[in-house]
């Protein structure tokens, strides 16, 4: 597709179930980000990828979330055993050659955990 | 740690109105600055990219420039208008913490 693409756009899920959350980025792009956006807070970065290096996941909020790239296209987000706090929108990114390129957001998966 | 603040949080004018909105950063090693517009519910649309070694882009009635010594950056809306209304992000590229954002500026532009 043109943009980037997230899977599913809306997702409610019970506390304590596993969520899998996907992002197809811009064909080409090397780089791929994923944030998370709270209600009335800012974007918070959570892991990058670039092409097929392992990523740092230090940004990750709590050792329930992980995340994987493969073939250095698409990627999930996976929040094991989710709570009430993991609800918020989570937004993936692309950029064709890293931090130093322009970065392109899909629409975000609006996570509610109830 | 990079900081960025945005003023202001929010804003409400008349349609027409030249406007100016402003993030400032603490950490002058950057990337590149990027400014975003979200519109409610949606994702982030990119409005306007500029590299560490430039000042200033300009796309359409959008001109954003850039400071590095003193940490600042301007967005510039002329003759803004109702489509217009949205909350404009301002973003840092720094490496590989990918970009760290500002709260964002609520703008509204009343017909």
């Known amino acids: 597709g043109a943009g980037v693409s997230q899977s599913p756009s809306n997702k409610v899920t019970e506390k304590g179930k596993d969520v899998e959350l996907r992002c197809d980025p811009i064909?080409?792009?090397?780089?791929l980000y994923w944030y998370r956006q709270s209600l009335g807070q800012g974007l918070e970065f959570l892991i990058y990828?670039?092409?097929?290096?392992?990523?740092?996941k230090s940004g990750l909020p709590s050792d329930r979330f992980s995340a994987e790239r493969t073939g250095g296209s698409v990627s999930t987000l996976t929040i094991q055993r989710t709570q009430q706090e993991d609800s918020a929108v989570y937004l993936c990114?692309?950029?064709?050659?890293?931090?130093?390129?322009?970065?392109?957001f899909g629409q975000g998966t609006r996570l509610t955990v109830v | 740690k990079q900081e960025v603040t945005q003023i202001p949080a929010a804003l409400s004018v008349p349609e027409g109105e030249n406007l100016v909105l402003n993030c400032s950063f603490t950490?002058?090693?950057?990337?590149?600055l990027q400014w975003f517009r979200q519109d409610p519910g949606k994702g982030l649309t990119s409005l306007l990219l500029?590299?560490?070694?430039?000042r200033e882009q300009t796309s359409g009635r959008l001109n954003a420039s850039l400071d590095k010594s003193s940490g600042r950056s301007t967005l510039y809306i002329a003759a803004s208008q109702p489509g217009d209304s949205a909350t404009y992000l301002c973003?840092?590229?720094?490496?590989?913490?990918?970009?760290?954002f500002g709260k964002g500026t609520h703008l509204i532009i009343q017909p």
């Open positions: 990114a692309s950029s064709f050659d890293g931090p130093n390129t322009e970065a392109f």
């Open positions: 064909s080409g792009h090397t780089a």
């Open positions: 990828f670039q092409g097929n290096s392992a990523p740092d």
């Open positions: 950490d002058s090693a950057i990337y590149n």
């Open positions: 500029i590299q560490s070694s430039q």
């Open positions: 973003a840092l590229g720094g490496g590989a913490d990918g970009l760290t």
